[in-house]
Structures are given as C-alpha cells and as structure tokens.
C-alpha cells in the first residue's frame, strides 16, 4: 500500500510540474495560453476563452453583480479589460443565466446556445438580435469546437470540445455529477419521479465517455478539483452515477 501510494505521488508530482497545479478552487488562473479560470461567483465557475478576435465566455451565473465581478476579475488577469464577444451557454438553468440580462445589457454581447434554448432566452427579456445558433461562432471563425446536447436535468444543456493548445478542454455544466454523494441522491432522486429521461440522461453520460478530456471544465468543481484529467479519472468520474441509474431504473 505504501508503495503504491508513493507512485501515485510521484505520478501526480509529475503531472504538477508538466501541466502545473491547476486547482478551480476559487483563486483566478490560466489554465492553458488564453484560457482562464476567473474563480467563483453564486458557487459556480466562470470561464473565459480569448482567442486573436474574440473574448469569450462559458455561462453567465452570479445575476446582478456579474458584469461588475467579471470586469474586475478580466482587470486582474493578464488579459486585461477587452469587449466581451458573446457567452457560450452550457444550458438555459437559472444558475448559468442569472446574469445573463444584466451582462448582455452592459457589453452587448451576443449568446450562444442550444436550439432548444433559444425561447427560454426570448423569456428572460433578450432580444433576438442577440441570440446566436451553435453554428455561428464555427461559421464566423470566431473559435473551432465541436458540441452536442446533453439530457441533463437543466434545460438545454450541451457539452463544448474544443482543441485548444495542443489539448481536448471539455465544458459540460452539471455534467458528469462528481463523487459527491449529496449530489448523486439529488440526481437519482429526481430521475426517479422522470423515470423517462433515465435511458437519455445515461446516453448522454456514454457520450461524455468517448470524449476523454485533458482538461475538464464543470460549472461547480467540487473540493477545488484539478481541472486536468489523469490516467482513468475522467472513466472512473462518468461511471460514478451509471450503476446508480441502472438501479433507479430497476426500481
């Protein structure tokens, strides 16, 4: 035991000194050139992309205070204060939009989401000149990343992979639950009462399987979890909750 414990810190000493100690643990950090963790707001994280033209970020929590905060926080980052491009929604679920109205009514910037979210927006008062399809960003070269919806529990939810750096960086909301046991029985319990949405809900989590991430980006990372992925955690972190599914279903 003690040997193996030895060599899984040495593994994970190696891993530190090769991608760097990449915590989302509130403090504000690059996590890969131009891709930043900005820290916390309402308990959810914030990212943010800069490519060459473009300022981007992923969901808009933190309701009033957010176009504030994320001012300050841009400020205090080697981006320094640039105009915002457009917000990449990982799904339309009060947490990711909350500040939505307010940053889109300071920055003018422009939202990108799922097809399915686009009238749950129109409903938080955006105007349509506002809304973007996923497609756009492709079209206009603003950034290259695949995405798919996701059968979450949030509404329109979707994954974003983008190859970024020379690495796979996954943005998936609420998605895979973490190796919390409060949130798995919030899960299971809620998909017991839509006992319909389990076959999609585990589909999707298959489909988050084929990714295999290097960097892992959650809306609300848990005990400050490293945003790099090693080895099998990103196998063992989907597979937490699908025996669990299995047994709902069961059941």
Same mark, same amino acid.
């Given at each position: ?5 030895? !060599?899984?810190?040495? *593994?994970? #000493?190696? =891993?530190?000194?090769? *991608? ?15 891709? =930043?963790? %900005?820290?916390?707001?309402d ?26 905060? @994320? ?6 980052s080697?981006? $320094? ?12 679920? /009060? /947490?990711?939009?909350?500040?939505l109205?307010?940053l ?12 399915? $979210?686009?009238?749950? @927006? ?6 349509d ?13 603003? !950034? *290259? ?7 979450? %529990?949030?509404?329109?939810?979707m994954?974003? #992979? ?9 943005? +998936?909301?609420?998605?895979?639950v973490?190796? +919390? ?17 389990? *076959? ?22 848990? =005990? ?17 909750? !699908?025996?669990?599914?299995?047994h709902?279903?069961? =059941?």
């Open positions: 035991m003690l040997e193996n414990g030895i !060599i899984e810190l040495e *593994d994970l #000493i190696e =891993h530190y000194d090769t *991608d760097g100690a990449d915590f989302l643990d509130g403090q504000p950090k690059e996590l890969l050139p131009e891709l =930043h963790y %900005l820290g916390d707001i308990d959810c994280a914030v990212y943010v992309l800069a490519t060459p033209s473009q300022l981007l970020l992923f969901d808009a929590p933190g309701g009033q205070d957010l176009p504030e905060w @994320l001012d300050s926080r841009l400020r205090g080697a981006l $320094g204060p640039r105009p915002l491009t457009a917000v990449l929604l990982t799904s339309c679920g /009060d /947490d990711a939009t909350s500040g109205p307010a889109v009514e300071k920055t003018d910037c422009q939202v990108v989401s799922s097809e399915s $979210g686009v009238a749950m @927006l129109r409903r938080l008062g955006l105007p000149t506002r809304l973007l399809s996923l497609e756009t960003p492709r079209a206009a070269g603003w !950034i *290259d990343f695949n995405a798919f919806p996701l059968a979450d %529990l949030r509404p329109a939810a994954a974003y #992979i983008i190859e970024w750096a020379g690495k796979t960086v996954l943005v +998936s909301g609420r998605m895979p973490q190796e +919390s046991t409060a949130d798995l029985e919030a899960l299971t319990q809620a998909l017991a009462e839509r006992t319909d949405d389990i *076959d999609a809900y585990r589909k999707s989590l298959y489909r988050l399987l084929k990714v295999e991430p290097d960097l892992w980006l959650p809306a609300k990372p848990l =005990h400050g979890r490293n945003a790099n992925c090693y080895s099998e955690e990103w196998q063992d972190l989907v597979w937490y909750s !699908i025996p669990k599914l299995q709902v279903k069961s =059941h």
